[in-house]
């Protein structure tokens, strides 16, 4: 039977296993959508409504979802406050692109569950620019899974910052680079197009460079196209398979 939950925690695993040792896929933010399907003892097993990625996730991770209307956090990290009006701010935050619920307004904060944000750091975005927050993640560290300024894979930086204007697209690169049509060729390459090996991708920024999160470097870097071209050919004994425009 299906139901539906959001992620109470800052973030949570989304596991190939209902084991806690399990290989992590994916991580569910704050607020974000599970619909689940079954139960297997302290696990749901299902999917993220999104972008219907399957996997298992800690039951005690998520909480009933309502129906109110949700908000993307657009700041690398928003600090949550106890109190509005003596800006009594806490240690604890949500990473970018969690979804908050506007449930009280009180003057340039708003309410969230028992604590409170600043009103700036939320919005509805109507934005197509979707390498508009890619400083947040860049020098992120390399985590296989990741989908956070805290820790992110390749195929997670094209997947969150696409996610932050709202545009679906799969969470995998195997799965990535079926579901985007544009073909582009390298000479006509711009900014924002998507470059594939396999079980690779990296973003294209201009004619000469490209952003990735690159796992030999252990972090989100920039790098020049021909010489990562050249070094996954090397190295990896990698091609590229294809260039795609996404948007």
Not at 30 to 42: A, D, M, N, R, S
């Amino acid at each position: 039977m299906r139901e539906y939950f959001s992620c109470s925690k800052q973030l949570s695993n989304i596991l190939k296993s209902p084991n806690k040792k399990s290989e992590v896929l994916s991580q569910l933010l704050f607020g974000e959508e599970f619909i689940k399907l079954k139960i297997f003892k302290k696990f749901y097993y299902g999917y993220t409504a999104f972008d219907k990625y399957h996997g298992y996730i800690y039951k005690n991770d998520l909480k009933k979802e309502n129906n109110t209307k949700k908000y993307r956090i657009t700041k690398q990290k928003s600090f949550l406050f106890s109190e509005p009006r003596n800006n009594k701010i806490t240690k604890k935050y949500l990473y970018f692109n969690s979804l908050v619920s506007q449930l009280e307004v009180e003057r340039e904060f708003v309410r969230i569950n028992g604590f409170w944000i600043k009103k700036k750091s939320i919005h509805r975005n109507k934005s197509k620019n979707f390498l508009s927050s890619l400083s947040f993640f860049l020098k992120t560290k390399y985590l296989w899974g990741g989908n956070s300024i805290n820790g992110i894979d390749c195929s997670g930086l094209v997947h969150e910052l696409l996610k932050s204007i709202d545009y679906r697209c799969p969470r995998d690169t195997k799965d990535q680079i079926k579901f985007f049509k544009n073909n582009v060729t390298l000479d006509k390459i711009q900014k924002g197009d998507l470059i594939f090996w396999k079980g690779h991708v990296a973003i294209i920024l201009n004619k000469k460079k490209l952003v990735h999160a690159y796992g030999p470097m252990k972090k989100v870097v920039i790098m020049p196209i021909q010489k990562t071209i050249k070094i996954l050919l090397q190295k990896n004994n990698l091609k590229v398979l294809a260039i795609k425009r996404p948007i």
